[in-house]
């Protein structure tokens, strides 16, 4: 059976990365090695680096003012290494609270200095994106989540500030064209658009490093990760290389605008058969939908696991909601064919009729 | 040209390891999914997961009163979560500094509390381990590197201590039968003798847990870790599986006492090749040579040069020094075979006479 893989992360991946990450377990560019059995510090795996480092600048454009890490680690890990590197004892930062995620972030930073939620949806369960908020004076940064994997919503307009602005982009980094020169610093764990687990993208304006007194971990320390070029320590190779495949793809297929085009075709497709199916509900503020996760619910609660259990039986992976939301969850990131959304929306329509 | 990986890590791997891997990118477990694309929630990864740990738990023979977590990063992580959770603000920890990691080790535990380091080698350029020593009283854990892989020493014979005993394991782990039983936490990055770079192995006896005050972010506490069954945040999933099917590699050969066997002859042949041939000499106190890293010069540095450009020449991969210390090192790790080492010490005596 032909599966449609929406897992929500780890997710699909283009099947050209894969078969050449495939080919290069076995013997890695003709070198008769294994990627994962070449030295880091290899003119081969700098070749890596360098790809992956020139291709975030060149989607991003960005200029030589910002520099780019590969860490080890996921967003967890950058929830507590922006505090710790940007906030000082006693500082103010200001976050938005507009889901799990951001929440979470909110609750590591306040190890390290005062914290101030300055937009909070919890009110309604998550389901809008809180755009209009006052910030402190004094605060250091605003940290945004730019898509809420979890509940389905997503920053189509960033806020304006005068303020560094730092994002965690792990769930819609490189899902379209952005003013990524708006932020100070933008991380993404990349198990959803751009390769595997185990590698954390760090872009970071450095401009905003050098201004707080605490002793920072040399491995959490951004400034020496920049002085080493990302090879402070043995970075994960493997992990990097499937990032730097995955980025050559990405531009090979046109860049951001085209993976914004085949969002917006596929985003669409699904909504629209949502709005359609009285069967099928969304909570969902129609303005803040992510583009990324669509999050809805079964109308009535008891037709829910039939659902689950027919896409199931139909080969979707990964449509079952988040364990604390529930429902319905469909992840369209920039692998996942147009033709999983048509088959996956099929089925919804079968689904309704017979339903109904 | 067939190549011999001498890599100091990332480093050789065994070949079926390899074919598993670069299979299960393509299709794993006839899933028909790549393992790079599959939920680190699923009963899929939960099996690898559980697979790694029982094996770990099988080759060191730990109890229940022992936890066995794989997490982000590599055991340059390790040096700051270590004092993080173990060492409050004011306390003291004895660290022996036989190396260049234990250095580094000690450097970013007096970022946490008073650091004692009560052995130093640095005198003879850490050309031996340091046996002896006297441990401070209110010393919370003595911290040592088990071997160091730089320098070309390995502990043979464990310190006896009366308070927690913490070992670096990076480039020994599961190279021989060893009493895990006298360490309160071991901890190894995965790229020598256990998998891919990317994720670490740490093994904690839960009783020296929860004694501290500091705040822990929650992404570098052991007990949050443990308590989500290193589940807390996406996992480096393919870094765990590569790991996962090297233990299993390990088992299947026979286990530690093998590996043993096998280290044995390869560093035997080695050594003893180094020790026939006056062309080479080394500094390192015979009692404390390393079964994984050798390390020697040429006695004329001169020939240095030439006889690091015929290794190149025949397909020596990784067999130039650190660094920092120059000369020569061969790194025998588990999956290295005796074959090469062989043609290695062939290589050895043939430079030696046509140059003596």
Redesign the interface.
């Known amino acids: ?3 449609h ?1 929406f ?7 283009p099947q050209p990365v ?2 050449e ?3 290069a ?2 013997n890695f560019n003709d ?4 990627i ?5 510090r290899t003119p081969w795996f700098q070749d890596i680096l360098n790809e992956a480092v020139s291709s975030v600048k060149q989607l991003m454009q960005l200029d030589d003012s910002y520099e780019v890490l590969f860490l ?6 950058q ?2 290494q922006v505090p ?1 590197n940007l906030l000082d004892d006693g500082e103010t930062a200001a976050y938005c609270d507009n889901g799990i995620w951001g929440s ?1 972030a909110s ?2 930073a306040a ?1 390290f200095g005062n914290v101030v939620v300055v937009a909070d949806t919890s009110d309604k369960k998550h389901s809008y994106i809180q755009k209009h908020f006052d910030i402190p004076e004094n605060a250091r940064y605003l940290h945004i989540t730019s898509n809420n994997t979890v509940e389905g919503t997503q920053w189509h307009q960033y806020p304006d500030t005068n303020i560094p602005l730092i994002a965690d982009m792990s769930s819609d980094i490189f899902s379209r064209p952005v003013d990524f020169k708006k932020f100070s610093l933008i991380y993404a ?1 990349a ?1 959803k658009n751009m ?5 954390n993208l760090v872009v970071i304006k450095k401009d905003i490093l050098g201004k707080i007194k605490r ?1 920072i ?4 320390n951004y400034q020496k990760h920049i002085e080493a070029g990302s090879l ?8 990097v290389y ?1 990032s730097m495949l995955t980025l050559r793809w990405i531009i090979a297929e046109g860049g951001l605008a085209e993976m914004e085009k085949r969002s917006t075709e596929k985003a669409d497709l699904l909504y629209h058969t949502l709005d359609s199916l009285p069967v099928f509900t969304s909570p969902i503020a129609k303005e803040d939908r992510s583009q990324m996760n669509a999050v809805f619910f079964l109308s009535n609660p008891e037709l829910e696991a039939p659902f689950l259990e027919r896409c199931k039986k139909e080969g979707m ?2 449509v079952k909601g988040y364990r604390t939301v529930g429902g319905v969850r469909v992840s369209m990131y920039n692998a996942l064919p147009l033709s999983s959304v048509q088959i996956f929306c099929n089925l919804m329509k079968d689904f309704a009729l017979k339903n109904s």
């Open positions: 059976m032909k599966l893989n897992n929500s992360g780890p997710s699909i991946l894969l078969e990450a495939a080919k377990i076995l070198t008769g090695l294994s994962l059995e070449i030295g880091h080890h680690g996921g967003a967890t890990t929830f507590m710790m979470k609750k590591e190890l764990g198990q390769g595997a687990a185990g590698v002793k971990p040399t491995i959490m402070m320590n043995t970075p994960p190779v493997f992990a499937v992976i990964g």
